[in-house]
Nanobody, 126 residues
């Protein structure tokens, strides 16, 4: 059974930083694409960053470029370093994975991902 577990969310003041982690288990295919999405209250889920297991492909959404960084530790772990946080970054952050190469999918479309974590809340106060 595939499982994704996020951690690292919390409450910070504007300008602060957080580092989210996501650990996957239950899949043996090291070829995968893992991503981070965000859903703010009343808004649609938004793709923020995606990265291939080989680190060959990396995508960052324009909305967070220059502030957020995605990295991988191995085939099953992905991180999201979030700096210079703003109140509009508040939301539930989800980790997602699909057993495909990132380059063969649209990495910011939520429906291409097969597996999702339960989410971790990020709250940024002004």
């Amino acid at each position: 059974q595939v499982r994704l577990v996020e951690s690292g969310g919390g409450s910070v003041q504007a300008g602060g930083s957080l580092r989210l982690s996501c650990v996957g288990s239950g899949y043996a295919d090291e070829r995968n694409c893992m991503a981070w999405f965000r859903q703010a209250p009343g808004k649609e889920r938004e793709g923020l960053a995606a990265m291939s297991s080989t680190s060959t492909w990396k995508y960052i959404a324009d909305s967070v470029k220059g502030r957020f960084t995605i990295s991988r530790d191995n085939a099953n772990t992905v991180f999201l370093q979030m700096n210079s946080l703003k109140p509009e970054d508040t939301g539930m952050y989800y980790c997602a994975a699909v057993l495909e190469v990132c380059a063969t999918i649209s990495p910011f479309l939520s429906n291409v991902y097969s597996y999702w974590g339960q989410g971790t809340q990020v709250t940024v106060s002004s």
